[in-house]
């Protein structure tokens, strides 16, 4: 109420994201950066999906995890990178309807916290394959697989859903003007002229279960896997697991740690100034680095992927033949 008095000014329709502001100079390499990135984010995890549902060998827990893994990446960066190259595209001129950016920031949160779910869930699928092998078939059957994807997708639309009935109760009388390149809520809220305390509070709280819980369920399965590593005999097969498991703690700490600056730490004044930068990380980068991370790296797939090439070639000469 005070907000609203203080500005005394209609509800506004839409907003303008600003985007990145200052880089007039250069808007054509951004945007063609930024194309290649969500190009290559795009081929990735489509590859990764088509392989996993193409190929009997890789019908296994850890694989559809990443299948799984990978369509969440396609929705994350579907939800942002489209808007953002139009953003950049124009210079920072484009609008978006209340609504939509509402929704844009409920698929956001919904993507994002059923991504922390499902990290956890693939680590701790790590830990029983090479910390309890003997009780691999059992731990994780069809059935346990199932549930913790379900409960992935399920715990976001929950808590975002959440989030979303309180988002619907605010109003927007201006300035119309977001200050990033997406509708994150933190810069969305600083335009809402009725109360926002509940929603902060409960977003905080949200932030914390959705986020810390699964971060330390990661960091121990790993921890677990890394000493079983340690123990192993074998130097050369000690170093490729080490390699991977390091690879895999890379991204999920960029992930999980730029999360955290955003949206647990206190929201001072020079966080603020960063929070558009480090979003590029959870937002852009992760889905890129994913699929090449977590699959395109592994052997399974590699020859997953040789068969599919070779299977294609084959195809490819017989058509050109037959025309011939």
Same mark, same amino acid.
């Given at each position: 109420?005070?907000?609203?008095?203080?500005?005394?000014?209609?509800?506004?329709?839409?907003?303008?994201?600003?985007?990145?502001?200052?880089?007039?100079?250069?808007?054509?390499?951004?945007?063609?950066?930024?194309?290649?990135?969500?190009?290559? &984010?795009?081929?990735?995890?489509?590859?990764?999906?088509?392989?996993?549902?193409?190929? @009997?060998?890789?019908?296994?827990?850890?694989?559809?995890?990443?299948?799984?893994?990978?369509?969440?990446?396609?929705?994350?960066?579907?939800?942002?990178?489209?808007?953002?190259?139009?953003?950049? /595209?124009?210079?920072?001129?484009?609008?978006?309807?209340?609504?939509?950016?509402?929704?844009?920031?409920?698929?956001?949160?919904?993507?994002?916290?059923?991504?922390?779910?499902?990290?956890?869930?693939?680590?701790?699928?790590?830990?029983?394959?090479?910390?309890?092998?003997?009780?691999?078939?059992?731990?994780?059957?069809?059935? $346990?697989?199932? !549930? /913790?994807?379900?409960?992935?997708?399920?715990?976001?639309?929950?808590?975002?859903?959440?989030?979303?009935?309180?988002?619907? !109760?605010?109003?927007?009388?201006?300035?119309?003007?977001?200050?990033?390149?997406?509708?994150?809520?933190?810069?969305?809220?600083?335009?809402?002229?009725?109360?926002?305390?509940?929603?902060?509070?409960?977003?905080?709280?949200?932030?914390?279960?959705?986020?810390? @819980?699964?971060?330390?369920?990661?960091?121990?399965?790993?921890?677990?896997?890394?000493?079983?590593?340690?123990?192993?005999?074998?130097?050369?097969?000690?170093?490729?697991?080490?390699?991977?498991?390091?690879?895999?703690?890379? $991204?999920?700490? %960029?992930?999980?740690?730029?999360?955290?600056?955003?949206?647990?730490?206190?929201? &001072?004044?020079?966080?603020?100034?960063?929070?558009?930068?480090?979003?590029?990380?959870?937002?852009?980068?992760?889905?890129?680095?994913?699929?090449?991370?977590?699959?395109?790296?592994?052997?399974?797939?590699?020859?997953?992927?040789?068969? $599919?090439?070779?299977?294609?070639?084959? %195809?490819?000469?017989?058509?050109?033949?037959? /025309?011939?």
């Amino acid at each position: 109420m005070e907000k609203r008095e203080q500005r005394n000014l209609t509800d506004i329709m839409e907003f303008h994201l600003v985007g990145f502001v200052g880089l007039c100079s250069l808007q054509v390499p951004l945007f063609c950066l930024f194309l290649l990135i969500y190009v290559a &984010t795009m081929t990735g995890n489509i590859l990764i999906i088509l392989l996993v549902v193409a190929d @009997p060998h890789l019908h296994t827990p850890m694989y559809y995890f990443l299948s799984n893994l990978s369509c969440l990446e396609i929705c994350y960066s579907s939800n942002i990178l489209p808007m953002m190259l139009i953003n950049v /595209l124009y210079g920072g001129r484009r609008t978006i309807s209340v609504t939509g950016c509402i929704m844009q920031h409920y698929l956001f949160g919904l993507f994002g916290s059923s991504e922390c779910c499902l990290l956890a869930a693939m680590s701790y699928d790590r830990y029983v394959a090479i910390c309890k092998p003997l009780h691999y078939t059992i731990l994780m059957n069809s059935r $346990v697989c199932i !549930q /913790l994807i379900a409960g992935s997708w399920i715990n976001g639309l929950f808590v975002m859903g959440i989030v979303l009935y309180l988002m619907c !109760q605010l109003k927007f009388c201006g300035p119309s003007e977001i200050n990033h390149f997406f509708c994150e809520l933190n810069p969305i809220l600083k335009l809402a002229c009725s109360d926002t305390r509940l929603i902060e509070l409960v977003t905080i709280l949200i932030s914390v279960v959705c986020i810390l @819980p699964p971060f330390f369920l990661t960091l121990l399965s790993y921890s677990y896997i890394i000493s079983t590593i340690m123990r192993m005999s074998s130097v050369s097969g000690r170093k490729k697991a080490f390699s991977t498991c390091s690879s895999h703690l890379m $991204v999920v700490s %960029i992930f999980y740690s730029t999360l955290m600056i955003v949206y647990i730490l206190p929201k &001072t004044d020079g966080l603020r100034n960063i929070n558009k930068v480090l979003s590029l990380f959870y937002t852009i980068l992760t889905p890129l680095f994913n699929p090449l991370i977590y699959s395109l790296r592994n052997r399974e797939v590699k020859e997953a992927l040789r068969k $599919v090439v070779a299977q294609l070639c084959t %195809i490819g000469r017989m058509y050109h033949h037959n /025309l011939a």
